[in-house]
């Protein structure tokens, strides 16, 4: 691996850190270095506004997804220059939390299936702020396991060569501020689950869709449900052939785990510091033993996942695509990140089971241990990345899948066992 710049890596450094600090919100910087998982920590502002601004004012300078092509809003740039302008982001980052889905999820797979005319219409809007994007998967039923939705989109009886779609979604990020959202469908439940899926785009404002969000623990509604009744949509949304939905979800599914993998914080900086300011008998927490032991344990982890994230970026300055070893980030950074909140907590004592604006680190770690469960599932549980480890990167068999070859309308369900 190799951790210096180039000469020319070093020079595009510096250009972003001039811009960045000629033109970010700085007003706004204070309330950012508090953001709390789930929330850019904006609240003298509409963050969704400022958000938008802040992603507008990139898109005029040429700052917007870098990694795109011009045509489509972006700036052609290479994929180092992208990890670049993210390292030096810093807490201005958290103002383009509404546009993650759409620039590193539903934007890449329509630049990858969507018509010439389509992505020159649709991807501009997305990568200058004008628009947020969803992505219209998981539903109550399947869990982890996306090929087993129901949501059913069949051919309008008219003629019109239109989709009918009937279903639900669930755990839906920020439909309740999208624009459009990506929409993985059954069109065929007479063959296997892999098989009988067809992927659209729509707008979130088409008649029959309705979003419902979802009271969390932590007392944001991030997540949602989403209803579709009776929703027409074109058969030029159509992103794929029919039937090759799932094929199309793999563009998506592997860009997802290398977005959240990659700009997943554990929090380890800061336990470190509340660490050196809390005391335990009159001493430095810090100075105990058992403490120093945890911080270290953290601390491998930590460093693990920062050189595992460097061989990505390595790569990508190779000019290479990384592969699936990106699921090693996101299994690890979850799960640390639970463990730290639970831990932090333990350290507070009694005064954890408080959370407001006096509680330590702002109330950091309570929001991180309310938001921690969400982030082993979102994106691949733990359980489908440790699969996805073992059969893609270390080459073990597979699960067995005795679903596998079964048409889906064959697959028993709670109602149907006997």
């Not at 929703?231 to 290398?258: C, F, H």
Request: a negative charge; glycine letters at 10%.
């Amino acid at each position: 691996m190799d951790f210096e710049d180039t000469p020319e890596e070093a020079a595009f450094r510096k250009e972003v850190r001039a811009w960045i600090d000629a033109n970010a919100p700085k007003h706004l910087e204070a309330e950012l270095r508090r953001a709390n998982f789930g929330s850019s920590g904006v609240v003298t502002e509409d963050p969704i506004v400022a958000g938008k601004a802040w992603q507008k004012k990139k898109a005029d300078a040429g700052w917007a997804c870098l990694h795109w092509p011009k045509e489509y809003g972006g700036a052609a740039r290479t994929p180092i220059e992208r990890v670049i302008w993210s390292q030096e982001e810093g807490p201005y980052a958290a103002l383009s939390g509404p546009f993650t889905i759409g620039h590193g999820m539903c934007g890449p797979t329509v630049m990858e299936w969507a018509s010439e005319e389509q992505k020159r219409e649709r991807l501009p809007p997305l990568a200058n702020g004008e628009e947020i994007w969803c992505q219209l998967f998981s539903e109550p039923a399947g869990g982890s396991d996306l090929a087993g939705l129901r949501t059913r989109a069949v051919k309008a009886d008219d003629g019109s060569g239109d989709w009918i779609i009937n279903g639900q979604k669930i755990w839906t990020s920020g439909a309740q501020n999208s624009d459009w959202g990506l929409l993985i469908t059954r069109t065929d439940p007479n063959v296997p689950k892999h098989k009988g899926l067809t992927m659209f785009f729509l707008s979130m404002k088409t008649p029959g869709v309705k979003v419902v969000p979802i009271k969390q623990a932590n007392g944001a509604s991030g997540f949602n449900e989403v209803y579709f009744t009776d929703v027409r949509i074109p058969d030029s949304q159509r992103l794929g052939a029919v039937g090759e939905g799932w094929k199309v979800s793999l563009t998506t599914l592997m860009n997802e785990r290398l977005s959240i993998g990659s700009s997943m914080s554990t929090g380890f900086p800061e336990l470190f510091r509340f660490c050196m300011e809390a005391e335990i008998d009159g001493q430095p927490a810090v100075a105990d033993s058992a403490v120093k032991s945890k911080l270290a344990q953290i601390a491998v982890r930590q460093s693990g996942l920062k050189y595992t994230g460097m061989r990505s970026i390595t790569a990508l300055s190779k000019g290479e695509t990384p592969g699936p070893e990106n699921s090693i980030g996101k299994l690890v950074a979850g799960a640390t990140m639970q463990d730290l909140a639970i831990y932090a907590l333990d350290l507070q004592g009694q005064a954890g089971v408080l959370w407001d604006e006096n509680s330590p680190q702002n109330g950091r770690f309570q929001a991180m241990l309310m938001r921690s469960p969400a982030t082993r599932i979102e994106g691949g549980s733990d359980e489908i990345l440790r699969n996805i480890i073992g059969e893609r990167v270390l080459g073990l068999p597979g699960d067995i899948r005795v679903d596998k070859n079964v048409p889906f309308n064959e697959i028993p369900t709670s109602g149907t066992r006997k």
